[in-house]
């Protein structure tokens, strides 16, 4: 074979499903009995629990990969309009969504809205140091913002610390436009999208988010091998040109595998464990990455237990409300198929970077912690019908102060393995468009580089 992707998660099932649409012959291996990594779900009887992203924004090249997977019949997408919530003094308040919103929302304060309103005529430019999401916030709109709006969102994106995210990292175009504009506003007016072309929709399918790594698996057919795991990797080759011998358990079976390209695919304590044969300087760059814990607690209800409206995604949680759960879901309010008529399915997520320490509690108490919360915000009476609880020590890849060295380190050490990849969820986003953008560039360079061996 010509190239070896090693993990079955999205980013390696996307690259391999490039790879062999670019007539390369490939072979993914995935530790685990099942494609998909984090995504995942689970049917407890009539409902659909997604224990993993609940949804995805349908950017272009992912509805042409869905199209191209012959999946347009499966394909959902929720109402564009559907409105956010966050908690504010213990009521949901609609998230402004749209610029003349923010103007308007009680979130805010008259000063606040002053400091967005006069923002564009305030030039300014970003330190040369890395900067935080929190400090930057503070510097261009006040704390209020920050611990409101920005920080809640934040928590939901990457269940991260605004404290230690760096914003070059985590949100480029936010840095980019200050350092282009002078201003964040005028740089994103100045970015906006055609006119007439619709924003990304919210979307997934009749049988949950898992459709897209199923499907992409079964299309790749033999070339997708689960329960294989890799006891030991080789770098061979001279003249700049490496070869990588593989030693590996299928199934029980010890195997050696060679290719002229591997791609990387896996989690970074995976990846580290990994390349420390190969390369010190890789293997320790990758571990320097750090990820947030979270916990998912989907849950069953009648409809007549909950006195609030279920009409939009559901709600984000500032820290200062002195609620453990970072956000709720609102499932069967944005899909069909989650429940049955009478029923609702809410999904929430609790720990994240800044509490840490509750993934570690038995699921029963998570689980009594996250029903606790939720009966109290939107006016729950009695227990769940059906509830599953699923625990991450590793979820999201936090994009903290010194991520932007960290890859630059990367990409200097990488350039000594000719033929050797990495794609994943950490160095490019951890959205599902993110991670198949990013595995199909990846796909290419491979391509790239097989051509240059001839």
């Known amino acids: 074979m010509q190239v070896i992707v090693i993990g079955g998660g999205i980013s390696g099932l996307a690259c391999a499903f490039r ?59 929720a109402d564009a309009k559907a409105p956010r919530y966050i908690l504010l003094n213990g009521r949901l308040q609609p998230a402004p969504l749209v610029p003349s919103s923010l103007l308007s929302t009680p979130l805010l304060s008259a000063g606040a809205k002053w400091r967005l309103l006069t923002e564009p005529f305030r030039r300014s430019r970003p330190p040369q140091a890395d900067e935080s999401i929190a400090d930057f916030v503070r ?24 404290e230690r995210l760096s914003l070059r990292a985590a949100f480029p175009s936010l840095h980019e436009w200050e350092s282009k504009y002078g201003s964040v506003i005028r740089g994103a007016m100045k970015s906006r999208p055609e006119k007439g072309k619709p924003r990304p929709a919210l979307a997934s399918f009749r049988r949950g988010v898992p459709t897209l790594p199923w499907t992409l698996a079964q299309k790749l057919g033999d070339c997708f091998w689960s329960n294989t795991t890799l006891d030991a990797i080789r770098c061979e080759g001279a003249n700049g040109k490496s070869g990588y011998m593989l030693e590996i358990i299928r199934s029980g079976q010890a195997l050696q595998l060679k290719a002229p390209a591997i791609v990387l695919a896996t989690p970074t304590d995976v990846a580290t464990r990994i390349l420390a044969p190969v390369s010190r300087v890789l293997s320790q760059a990758l571990g320097k990455l750090e990820y947030a814990p979270v916990a998912v607690v989907a849950a069953a209800y ?85 509830r599953a609880v699923h625990r991450y020590s590793r979820a999201l890849p936090q994009y ?52 240059s061996l001839h």
């Open 139 to 162: 510097r261009k709109f006040g704390a209020e913002l920050l611990d409101r709006l920005v920080a809640p969102f934040v928590s939901g994106v990457y269940a991260g610390d605004p």
């Open 400 to 451: 903290n102060l010194g991520h932007s060295g960290i890859m630059a380190a990367l990409r200097v050490e990488l350039a000594r393995f000719p033929g050797l990849f990495l794609t994943g969820n950490y160095l490019e986003g951890p959205a599902i468009g993110a991670c198949v953008d990013h595995a199909f560039r990846v796909a290419d360079s491979s391509r790239a580089y097989l051509e």
């Open 302 to 386: 009648r409809r007549a237990q909950i006195q609030q409206a279920l009409d939009g995604f559901g709600f984000l949680v500032p820290r200062a409300e002195g609620l453990r759960i970072l956000g709720t879901v609102w499932n069967s309010s944005l899909f069909p198929g989650r429940a049955p008529d009478g029923m609702v399915v809410l999904t929430s997520f609790i720990g994240g970077a800044t509490d840490p320490q509750v993934v570690s509690l038995a699921e029963d108490e998570i689980a009594a912690i996250v029903e606790k919360e939720n009966a109290q915000v939107l006016r729950i009476t009695g227990s769940p019908a059906a």
């Open 19 to 77: 790879l062999k649409q670019l007539g390369i012959s490939v072979v993914v291996l995935e530790s685990l009995g099942r494609p998909g990594g984090v995504i995942q779900s689970v049917q407890e009887g009539a409902f659909l629990f997604e224990l993993g992203p609940q949804s995805f924004l349908a950017t272009d090249k992912l509805v042409e990969l869905i199209g191209q997977l012959g999946l347009q019949n499966e394909f959902l997408q």
